[in-house]
T-cell receptor
């Protein structure tokens, strides 16, 4: 029961910023947005999460719109190792129940 | 600091058999969740354990059951295996049940049912 919508695929040139969009129009006020990525045959890797403020860590930045109905994950300088499937997830308020959609397959091109 | 570890990494079973998958959470984590990931799909939530009890359950039949031990490790059991149970089974742990801490995933067990 994914509550998010993402484009199925995107390309990005190596060294450029990768901007991955996500729509979550039915998000509730106390629900967080999380981003994960999955490289083939590995478990999903946590990237970043936020509630309503923009967040930044060593991997990426998360920009959440003021109405919280959409967000964008920014990888500032994409490398070939960033090629993966990226999942945007809205976490149900109680417990750590994450609903994954089908994600965005990002290909970083040399 | 070891992350989430799962065993075995690969498993082949015959239809109708039973299987047990194991998971050790990341150090300090007390909540464990299990996910099933079919080829080309996103992970699907099976259930979640906290304080040795099943707290949340996804849309999976009773053939799927689990257990959490006092040391927070967990098992996933699947009875009467079907061909459609072939998938990557992922275990994830988190620091707390009620907070915002993210899930940390293992690399999964690849189950093939023939």
């Amino acid at each position: 029961d994914a509550k998010t919508t993402q484009p199925p695929s995107m390309d990005c040139a190596e060294g450029r910023a990768a901007n991955l969009p996500c729509n979550h129009s039915t998000i509730s006020g106390n629900e967080y947005v999380y981003w994960y990525r999955q490289i083939h045959s590995q478990g999903p890797q946590y990237i970043i999460h936020g509630l309503k403020n923009n967040e930044t860590n060593e991997m990426a930045s998360l920009i959440i719109t003021e109405d919280r109905k959409s967000s964008t994950l920014i990888l500032p300088h994409a490398t070939l190792r960033d090629t993966a499937v990226y999942y945007c997830i809205v976490r149900v308020a109680i417990g750590n129940q994450f609903y994954f959609g089908t994600g965005t397959s990002l290909t970083v091109i040399p | 600091d070891a992350g989430v570890t799962q065993s075995p990494t690969h498993l082949i079973k015959t239809r109708g058999q039973q299987v047990t998958l194991r998971c050790s959470p990341k150090s300090g984590h007390d909540t464990v969740s299990w996910y099933q990931q079919a080829l080309g799909q996103g992970p699907q939530f099976i259930f979640q354990y906290y304080e040795e009890e099943e707290r949340q359950r996804g849309n999976f039949p009773d053939r799927f059951s689990g257990h959490q031990f006092p040391n927070y490790s967990s098992e996933l059991n699947v009875n009467a295996l079907l061909l459609g149970d072939s998938a990557l089974y992922l275990c994830a742990s988190s620091l707390d049940f009620f907070g915002e801490s993210p899930l940390h995933f293992g690399n999964g067990t690849r189950l093939t049912v023939t």
